[in-house]
């Protein structure tokens, strides 16, 4: 018994004070910035305003971080109205309805000028990406008449 005990603790011992020939890569501290890949520093430049739609979105911008409440605001030609107000809506990532609210005129609707607009939008328990979508209020549901402007966004 003796004998195996001593044979086990001399190959243990043998095994543990060879030189290993290729020594393993193993990071446990910082890693050197030359086995980092680069990250671009300039992002996609944000998407044109919506000026050809008859929408200027102020607030807020695609890619923002948003929270709840927040505030939607801009401003858009008179077509865009029904009666004085146009739908805007949150959907996350599965396209599932977040908020729902309309957007109403600060001003006179009916003309061609741009007409502002400012509202709050709330919605609950949801964190990630989002798109935030402002539809022209369409009554003949004529699909020459339908405007959209889609903004991606971040919720958290």
Request: proline residues 10%.
């Given at each position: 018994m003796r004998a195996l005990y001593?044979?086990?603790?001399?190959?243990?011992?043998?095994?543990a004070c060879t030189?290993?020939?290729?020594?393993?890569?193993?990071?446990?501290?910082?890693v050197k910035r030359d086995n980092v890949a680069p990250v671009p520093a300039d992002l996609p430049p944000p998407p044109p305003p919506r000026a050809e739609m008859g929408m200027h979105l102020l607030k807020p911008q695609a890619g923002d971080s948003l929270r709840s409440p927040m505030t939607v605001e801009g401003e858009?030609?008179?077509?865009?109205?029904?009666?004085a107000q146009f739908m805007i809506k949150?959907?996350?990532?599965?396209?599932?309805?977040?908020?729902?609210?309309?957007?109403?005129?600060?001003?006179?609707?009916?003309?061609?000028?741009?007409?502002?607009?400012?509202?709050?939008l709330e919605w609950k328990d949801y964190r990630g990406k989002a798109l935030l979508?402002?539809?022209?209020?369409?009554?003949?549901?004529?699909?020459?008449?339908?405007?959209?402007?889609?903004?991606?966004?971040?919720?958290y």
């Open positions: 001593y044979l086990l603790l001399a190959s243990l011992l043998v095994t030189d290993d020939p290729e020594p393993t890569d193993v990071a446990i501290g910082p858009a030609r008179g077509p865009w109205y029904f009666e949150l959907y996350d990532s599965a396209q599932r309805l977040l908020a729902m609210i309309p957007a109403k005129a600060a001003g006179d609707w009916m003309t061609e000028a741009y007409v502002p607009f400012r509202t709050q979508i402002l539809e022209a209020d369409n009554p003949s549901g004529d699909a020459e008449r339908a405007k959209r402007f889609e903004l991606p966004v971040h919720l």
